[in-house]
């Protein structure tokens, strides 16, 4: 199993231009999740997804959109990127429960220059 | 909302030694998990152990333990007999157990954790 991937892994862009990251799990699990870290903040979340289909705002939404159109697939939206979400952004999946291990990516850096 | 606070942004220890990672929450909610997370240069975020709010014995994986104080708010980490690979970020992390909340995450500032050859 990979587990949960991102990609990309690294980014460079311009003001104003978009992108979409893209998260990927093959655990078949329900819930997923879009963070970003910044230095001394630890992990914020942006938005999450409690199964197909379904998303719904974190802590931090504002410039992002999301969508969870197949289960194993999670995609984090800028569609005009400002120097404020350069970033470190996460995506993490875990089951039903609280319980539940939550499984994290290997993260993707993006630079807004 | 609940909150977690990491008082310690940075912390060394010698190897072979014993070192511990303060974490203080705050929430009213009475059913909840909290968990402590590493995350070396490589930037993977590794779970290192969790605990169970209703559960009075403190957890344990090998060399870390922690320290859970549910009246204080304090959840702690100690790392026994460190060793050069435990250098890394540690974050401490508050979930809900409540129903209709939808548990996800509050994470500290975290903590970077040096360690002394």
């Known amino acids: 199993n990979a587990g949960v991937t991102q990609t990309p892994k690294f980014r460079v862009l311009k003001t104003g231009q978009s992108m979409t990251l893209l998260c990927a799990q093959d655990?078949?699990?329900?819930?997923m999740y879009w963070y970003r870290q910044d230095p001394g903040m630890g992990l914020r979340l942006i938005h999450y997804?409690?199964?197909?289909?379904?998303?719904a705002k974190g802590e931090v939404p504002d410039g992002y959109n999301v969508s969870r159109l197949k289960k194993q697939n999670f995609l984090l939206g800028l569609e005009s990127a400002a120097p404020s979400q350069t970033s470190v952004y996460f995506c993490?999946?875990?089951?039903?429960?609280?319980?539940?291990?939550?499984?994290f990516g290997p993260g993707t850096r993006l630079l807004v220059l | 909302a609940q909150t977690v606070t990491q008082s310690q942004p940075e912390m060394s220890v010698q190897e072979a030694e014993t070192v511990t990672l303060s974490c203080t929450y705050d929430?009213?909610?009475?059913?909840?998990?909290l968990f402590w997370y590493k995350q070396p240069p490589s930037r993977q975020m590794i779970l290192v152990i969790r605990?169970?709010?209703?559960?009075?014995q403190n957890a344990t994986e090998n060399r870390f333990s922690v320290n859970f104080q549910k009246a204080a708010k304090s959840f702690s980490l100690k790392i026994s007999d460190s060793q050069l690979g435990d250098a890394a970020m540690y974050f401490c992390?508050?979930?809900?157990?409540?129903?209709?909340?939808?548990?996800?995450?509050?994470f500290g500032a975290g903590t970077r954790l040096t360690v002394k050859p």
């Open positions: 997804s409690v199964g197909e289909g379904t998303t």
């Open positions: 655990m078949n699990h329900e819930y």
């Open positions: 605990q169970e709010a209703y559960k009075q």
């Open positions: 992390a508050y979930r809900s157990a409540e129903l209709n909340n939808n548990n996800d995450m509050r």
């Open positions: 929430t009213s909610e009475s059913d909840y998990y």
């Open positions: 993490a999946s875990r089951e039903q429960g609280a319980r539940e291990t939550q499984y």
